[in-house]
């Protein structure tokens, strides 16, 4: 059977005539096993015979019929054990797919697992249960039609089958929906029919089902009475439309502050700077990461980003009022930025969050606060039952709406995490909050890894070249497993060197479209902890077939040079290749057999080789333009049972570093040159965007405030002022002005060829024409396709077709660019767990140095632990200092009495750790020299402890909620450089 549905479309002049024919059965079974009428097959028997009523209002044995918005917005209830026997009809699942990837995929996880008993109906095929739409009818309209259609014909097909059975006894079935329109015709229509919280309220024996309720169409009731609304309404989706369409209003990416929770900036594509957004009003009830519309000031009304370190409501935003109105009334000599106010928000980009739960100190309240672990999104009302137990829980929350009259979004409990400070539970939270993929690989990826015992065939040697008699090492950190590279240098009898830079042949494992392909382009790369490593491939292939370990055969992509002694190159080979590492060492290992001379082994010679040529490819380098930055960085020496930290140390770098690092670099240099020949419109390069010259105003005056001129015009300029900018009495002025000089960098990033243009794809810190990632693809996924390309250029392997399309790769490098900066961030957030760790319990003197003067605050980095502290020193609410300090925005000091803190000036801090806070412990520094009369440190956390305890009844219910100040930034690099 069949309908059809025909209508008329102009095209280009001509009329159409279309028809379109919808196919309709009447032999779609129902999946209950109380049916007595379809030809069910068993496995289709999903919905039970007897279904156990467990819930109040409905205590007679039923199904569930869910519609579209309850599964949209109340999926962390549905996966849930505690609801059964479930029907999800076609027309609601077609629609959750359309509507949200993620909810369609957790929906059908659900309906996957068998003890869930969720039956899918076809609905839509079904030639009772089909309906079309009517002239006029909206089409939602028309969806919720048919699901009450189907919920009817349940009812009646399931009693004709249970004519036998008490009228207590009969299975009904009941619709779940939270459409007020909806729920009002299925009361019409003699349907059993209800609201999802008022379903799931009164489900027995699942204590916290009600806690994860959604709060999506929850009205917020002032508890103040009469009180106006906090935030301007927001324009609705056709002004936000006509208001940039006309050029009123613009469109951009919404970056909240860590440092100020009352300011952001909103990135506007095609704007060379980011407008501004300060004060409550201004930020409009946007969320970090937000599509939002901004709405630019006049020009005499823009301002400058803050000077103060605020961190949550604790601190005195007055001050911050106060502040603001002077930097606006400030001469024209101040660069000002563009600044606007949020007027709409066009998508929100709201993720489960981690955090903690502030309980609400009345007792019996089901009211309290979530208070988030990132600092850039602010607190979440929430109602749980369970605060008792969840206060002392790492626990996560979902935002589900935000009206005018609450200060704070509206969400629900999700699940907890575990105890708040057990490490595993706060490295679940790194990994969660910085949207690492960290599941157990599937079954399916793992049915794609190749067989053990794992050999070498005859076919193998006769399709690649043998390296087996090359000696051939590889040079990484202490304790490496993932050895992706490995070297060789051999002199030649014309007195040239013969070079060879060897790669794991991971594509050869991994082939397109396979399950483990696309799980490793999800991961697209390897994170690494202090104390583990989330693999971006499962182990057999990162740390065995594919790690080029000592002694063993393996498989690798090799390019080999023909290089003279001053590092000309004379000739370039790419290859598969079968190689045999002589011996995998460590740089330091490494180090003692070029430095010890009695050493003339075929390796000592090969490593001396590569030194001595790496320092010449160095230089030649920096002397084209390329930067040499810095960042501080730390080693830690972990327990070997508990793996908790027992030292920790900066990191000593050698020769051997470097010796690596030249020659990855040199490779992914030639490699870049050639795919770019062979595939101009489809090469994947990476790319380091040159800053605009404002980008470094702040620190070219920092420089000039200490005598020194810094030149950004180039690359090459900026790189002989950071050589020339040497303080004799500061041996680490200028590593530290190195670390300033990296933060104002963009970070690189990866790009498809045909998707930029060319005078855009230099690296600027490299001061390379043309760049890509070569020389890692067990923990990089960008080095894969670049092997693949690589690869179909010299003959070496077939094309696919999305490898040659530059649109899916142009997609695929946002997902590159994406995952490579939260795998920086959860490693950095990995250092600070783990420095906190080391100082639980010790206090101690260390030498430190100012790195930036703030308006409240000194930043002050620690080079020996590689961490960076704030250091207050302008009174806080509730301190008592008996000094004061006088801030200079113009030479960039504070100033008390006769001392003057000035960028890179040396002190000397108490280091300990401050744990009254749960949520943020932190690194407390406090000033030992140069020692002022009457200064010490404010005790932050005891302030803030005493004004939450006066205060957090009314903060529960209508105002800001304080948390502890602000958490050390610590930086780190991955220990080997590639």
Known sequence: MWTTKTFLKKRKGSVLKIVREHYLRDDIWCGSDICTICAHQNEELVLEKNPQPKNKKFPFPHYIVLDTCVVLNQINVLEEDALCNVIVVQTVLEEVKHRSSSVYKRLLDIVGNPNRKFYVFVNEHHKDTYVEREPGEKVNDRNDRAIRVSVAWYESHLMSSQADRRKRD???????????????????????????????????????????????????????????????????????????????????????????????????????????????????????????????????EWSVPSHMVLQDEGDDSDVLEEENAILKSKDERVAKLPTGHIVGIIRRKWRQYCGILQKNPIEGSVRHIFV?????????????????????????????????????????????????????????????????????????????????????????????????????????????????????????????????????????????????????????????????????????????????????????????????????????????????????????????????????????????????????????????????????????????????????????????????????????????????????????????????????????????????????????????????????????????????????????????????????????????????????????????????????????DVTYPDLLDKRKSHSLCHNLNYRNRMAQYAGRASVALHTHLFFRGKVQDEQGYVLCVRKNALQILIPKYGLEGTLYVSPHKGAKQNVTFVYSEEKQTQKCGDVIFRPFDPVTVQLSLDRSNVQHEKIVLKLVHPQIPGFSVPSLSSVKRKESDENLQEEMEISEVSVSPPIEKISTKKQKVK
């Open 372 to 796: 988030p672990a990132e600092r850039k999104v602010p607190k979440v009302r929430i109602e749980t039952q369970q605060a008792d137990i969840l206060s002392s829980q790492r626990i996560i929350v979902t935002i589900d709406s935000w009206p005018r009259n609450s200060r704070y979004p509206l969400g629900h409990f999700v699940r907890a995490l575990g105890t708040i400070g057990d490490k595993d539970t706060e490295n679940e939270v790194l990994l969660l909050e910085h949207d690492v993929p960290h599941s157990k690989f599937s079954e399916a990826v793992l049915s794609c890894l190749p067989k053990l015992p794992w050999v070498i065939t005859e076919k193998d040697v006769q399709s690649r070249v043998d390296l087996r008699h090359v000696d051939i090492c590889s040079v990484d950190p202490p304790g490496c497993t993932d050895i992706d590279d490995a070297l060789h240098c051999k002199e030649l009898e014309n007195g040239n060197y013969d070079v060879g830079v060897h790669i794991a042949d991971v594509s050869h494992f991994i082939r397109p479209g396979t399950a483990i392909d696309k799980e490793a382009a999800l991961r697209a790369t390897t994170v690494y902890l202090v104390d583990k490593r989330i693999d971006m491939v499962p182990e057999l292939l990162s740390s065995n077939l594919c790690s080029l370990r000592g002694n063993e055969e393996r498989f690798a992509f090799s390019c080999i040079w023909e290089l003279t002694s001053e590092a000309e190159i004379v000739s370039t080979r790419f290859c598969k290749s079968i190689i045999r590492s002589r011996q995998a060492m460590t740089y330091e290992e490494a180090q003692i057999k070029i430095d010890d001379l009695t050493q003339n082994d075929t390796l000592s010679k090969s490593l001396r080789g590569l030194n001595s040529l790496a320092k010449i490819l160095k230089k030649r380098r920096i002397e084209n333009g390329a930067l040499v930055l810095a960042s501080p960085e730390i080693r830690f020496q972990v327990d070997s049972e508990t793996q908790d930290p027992i030292e920790v140390e900066a990191k000593k770098l050698r020769e051997t570093n470097s010796m690596v690092e030249e020659f990855m670099l040199l490779a992914n240099i030639y490699v870049a040159i050639k795919i770019l020949e062979d595939f101009p419109e489809c090469a994947m390069l990476r790319r380091h965007p040159k800053l605009p010259v404002s980008n470094f105003e702040p620190f070219i005056k920092a420089g000039r405030n200490l005598g020194f001129e810094i030149n950004s015009e180039s690359g090459k300029a900026l790189a002989l002022s950071l050589d020339n900018a040497v303080r004799p009495d500061n041996a680490y002025f200028n590593t530290m002005l190195r670390i300033l000089a990296t933060r104002c960098m963009m970070q690189a990033v990866y790009f498809a060829s045909g998707m930029v243009q060319r005078d855009e794809f230099f690296h600027y810190g490299l001061a390379a024409p043309v760049y890509t990632h070569f020389t890692s693809p067990i923990r990089r996924y960008a080095d894969v396709i670049v092997h693949r390309l690589l690869a179909v250029s010299i003959g070496a």
């Open 170 to 300: 009969r299975v009904k079935v009941i619709l779940l929906t939270d459409d007020v329109d909806s729920k009002q015709k299925a009361e019409n229509e003699g349907l059993h029919v209800a609201t999802i919280s008022d379903y799931v309220r009164n489900v027995e024996d699942c204590p916290g089902l009600e806690d994860r309720l959604s709060q999506h169409n929850t009205t917020y009731e002032l508890q103040a009475g009469g009180r106006e609304p906090l935030f301007p309404a927001h324009f609705t989706p056709s002004q936000i439309h006509q208001g940039i369409k006309s050029g009123k209003l613009l469109q951009g990416s919404f970056l909240a502050s860590r440092e100020n929770f009352l300011e952001g900036q909103v990135n506007v594509e095609g704007q060379d700077k980011m407008i501004l957004v300060q004060g409550r009003v201004g930020l409009n009830r946007a969320v970090d990461g937000d599509i939002v519309a901004v709405k630019l000031l006049p020009e005499e």
